[in-house]
């Protein structure tokens, strides 16, 4: 039961009559009427009056209150920035992540949203200026060492009318999470992330798998098995390096089954081995 409720079945108690003395005691008006009196009484005369579930008193507030409260929480909904979005795109090396988030991003620019997109400064591959896909789709970008310096750079006001932020090698950026959270949560921005999800060993690669949990969308791509064409999930290393972030193209890197990737690697692994061995036996031979 209601606050007002409660008031009403209170106040329309024969004993409680002398609280509105212009009504008679023993003819009372219609229900209706008592009952718009009664509540009109108890919105226009702030009182404390005893509840009877809890036996502490209660404040009833005027109507003027109760809309300067309403105008007070319109006027804080309205200062509040737009609620953001984080959408991530993962898979395997030539699954077209890159493709993908440019597409998203051209969608947005039509759409009449602002939109600007960043990569690793790291992947000078076709240039520092521009996000290139392999099959050659071109769009013009901010090359950072880190996310957090991008508002700077892109100018405070300028930052303020950004609608859509697209990152792409996400997998470079150490405060990648913290980045997309910020910009998500309390800058109203969508935010728009590509990268790989698994290095060559098919462990986490950087901070793409981290802001998952704040994601809106996951979008997992597959690639084509470059041995035997069935999808392809992982991505297979083709030289010897060992170290994890080695950036390279088709020349380093295959897209490949999860057949092929076992075996390929098996058979790299094995070739590694042989060529430690032959390099020991030369050493001793020296």
């Known amino acids: 039961m209601s606050a007002i409720t409660r ?38 005369n702030p009182i404390r009056f005893p509840s009877n579930l809890s036996g502490k008193s209660t404040l009833f507030l005027s109507n003027s209150f109760i809309c300067s409260s309403q105008n007070r929480n319109l006027q804080m909904e309205a200062s509040r920035p737009p609620s953001g979005e984080i959408h991530v795109i993962v898979g395997p090396m030539f ?7 440019l597409r998203r991003i051209q969608l947005e620019s039509s759409n009449g949203r602002s939109v600007a997109i960043i990569k690793s400064s790291k992947d000078t591959r076709y240039g520092l200026d521009s996000v290139v896909t392999h099959d050659g789709m071109k769009f013009p970008c901010w090359a950072l060492k880190n996310l957090s310096s991008f508002r700077q750079k892109f100018g405070l006001e300028a930052y303020e009318q950004l609608d859509v932020i697209g990152i792409d090698e996400a997998q470079f950026f150490e405060d990648l999470y913290d980045f997309c959270r910020e910009t998500a949560d309390h800058d109203g921005k969508t935010v728009i992330v590509a990268g790989l999800d698994g290095n060559y060993l098919r462990k986490k690669f950087g901070s793409v798998l981290d802001i998952i949990p704040l994601a809106d969308s996951v979008t997992k791509l597959t690639a084509s098995c470059e041995i035997c064409g069935k999808r392809a999930f992982f991505t297979l290393r083709k030289t010897e390096e060992t170290q994890v972030e080695l950036i ?22 094995a070739a590694r081995h042989v060529l430690e061995s032959q390099k020991l036996e030369c050493g001793s031979c020296t």
């Open 7 to 44: 008031m009403k079945a209170t106040f329309l108690n024969p004993k409680f009559s002398p609280l509105f003395p212009h009504l008679p005691k023993t003819k009372y008006a219609s229900f209706a009427h008592l009952s718009r009196i009664t509540e009109s009484f108890i919105y226009n």
């Open 248 to 269: 390279g193209g088709a020349d380093v890197y295959m897209p490949v089954c999860r057949h092929h990737y076992v075996s390929g690697q098996v058979a790299v692994e």
């Open 95 to 101: 699954a077209g992540k890159t493709t993908t988030l």
